[in-house]
């Protein structure tokens, strides 16, 4: 269904098989419709059903929020009760943030994706009913439910605009198979120094300070020395940043010897003793 599709919307595509459908249930305004695509197109989700949206459907607005999910508002569809908006669905969730007086599965939003991921990977047509911005779903919604779905946010101030709530579990959708490692180190192709090239920069490293007096005191010095090695081993040092080390140990060893070292009888530079 088409209807006031703007010029330079993404050329956003159904993924292949099923994938999860995003079920607004009576939304009461365009712009939350069009935020709501934008945060599906994020998370890689693309069917979106409208329940008896309170203006009516298609809604211009509704592509002016999208900021280039136009292709999903193309393809929404409109139904005019949850029934008929899951006839062909073979499972149902739905969000409700306290539920109460139900026997029922009860997920988290990572749990749901995960669930939503192994539905799906069977061939299985599975529908998430996202309530009115006021409210939320009503009970007789959430009968049509068999899991339901709950953000566990902080109790004091746990409310969430349309959007964000199928932003929430779009992200989780999108994660469950996401690559990307959770943590990495960025070195731009630059290689991480092995322990020996690490050794042989710390070995110069003390060399030097002992020339410079920086470890005059030897009940201090081990210390010290292995308060360096603790500093330069705790992360994942690179080869270049290594070269750019041992450049800044030559040029101080270089202006140490142009200017001579401390005489005995001069006080210690202030920063000394805070090292």
Same mark, same amino acid.
């Given at each position: 269904?088409?209807? /006031?599709?703007?010029?330079?919307? +993404?050329?956003?595509?159904?993924?292949?098989?099923?994938?999860?459908?995003?079920?607004?249930?009576?939304?009461?305004?365009?712009?939350?419709?069009?935020?709501?695509?934008?945060?599906?197109? *994020?998370?890689? =989700?693309?069917?979106?059903?409208?329940? +008896?949206?309170?203006?009516?459907?298609?809604?211009?607005?509704?592509?002016?929020?999208?900021?280039?999910?136009?292709?999903?508002?193309?393809?929404?569809?409109?139904?005019?009760?949850?029934?008929?908006?899951?006839?062909?669905?073979?499972?149902?969730?739905?969000?409700?943030?306290?539920?109460?007086?139900?026997?029922?599965?009860?997920?988290?939003?990572?749990?749901?994706?995960?669930?939503?991921?192994? $539905?799906?990977?069977?061939?299985?047509?599975?529908?998430? =009913?996202?309530?009115?911005?006021?409210?939320?779903?009503?009970?007789?919604?959430?009968?049509?439910?068999?899991?339901?779905?709950?953000?566990?946010?902080?109790?004091?101030?746990?409310?969430? *605009?349309?959007?964000? +709530?199928?932003? $929430?579990?779009?992200?989780?959708?999108?994660?469950?198979?996401?690559?990307?490692?959770?943590?990495?180190? =960025?070195?731009?192709?630059?290689?991480?120094?092995?322990?020996?090239?690490?050794?042989?920069?710390?070995?110069?490293?003390?060399?030097?300070?002992? +020339?410079? /007096?920086?470890?005059? *005191?030897?009940?201090?010095? %081990?210390?010290?020395?292995?308060?360096?090695?603790?500093?330069?081993?705790?992360?994942?040092?690179?080869?270049?940043? =290594?070269?750019?080390?041992?450049?800044?140990?030559?040029?101080?060893?270089?202006?140490?010897?142009?200017? /001579?070292?401390?005489?005995?009888?001069?006080?210690? %530079? %202030?920063?000394?003793?805070?090292?």
């Amino acid at each position: 269904m088409t209807g /006031g599709r703007g010029e330079g919307g +993404a050329l956003l595509t159904p993924a292949p098989g099923e994938s999860p459908i995003v079920v607004l249930v009576r939304p009461q305004m365009a712009m939350n419709i069009g935020t709501t695509a934008r945060a599906m197109a *994020n998370g890689g =989700l693309f069917h979106l059903r409208v329940v +008896a949206p309170r203006d009516g459907w298609p809604q211009p607005n509704a592509y002016a929020a999208a900021s280039g999910a136009d292709t999903i508002l193309d393809a929404a569809q409109a139904f005019p009760d949850v029934p008929s908006a899951i006839a062909d669905c073979h499972r149902v969730l739905g969000t409700c943030p306290r539920p109460r007086h139900v026997i029922v599965p009860l997920r988290d939003a990572r749990a749901a994706a995960a669930d939503l991921r192994e $539905i799906n990977g069977r061939g299985l047509r599975a529908a998430v =009913l996202f309530g009115p911005e006021r409210a939320g779903l009503e009970a007789e919604d959430l009968s049509h439910c068999d899991t339901l779905v709950r953000y566990p946010l902080n109790p004091q101030h746990c409310s969430l *605009n349309l959007a964000q +709530a199928v932003m $929430i579990l779009a992200y989780e959708w999108w994660m469950a198979e996401e690559p990307t490692p959770q943590r990495e180190l =960025l070195t731009n192709g630059t290689p991480i120094a092995t322990k020996g090239e690490l050794e042989n920069f710390l070995g110069r490293l003390v060399d030097e300070l002992d +020339a410079a /007096g920086f470890l005059h *005191n030897p009940p201090k010095r %081990p210390g010290m020395v292995r308060n360096l090695r603790h500093w330069f081993e705790r992360g994942e040092v690179t080869v270049q940043e =290594l070269r750019t080390l041992h450049g800044i140990v030559t040029e101080l060893s270089r202006g140490r010897m142009q200017r /001579g070292r401390f005489p005995a009888e001069d006080p210690l %530079p %202030p920063w000394h003793e805070a090292s």
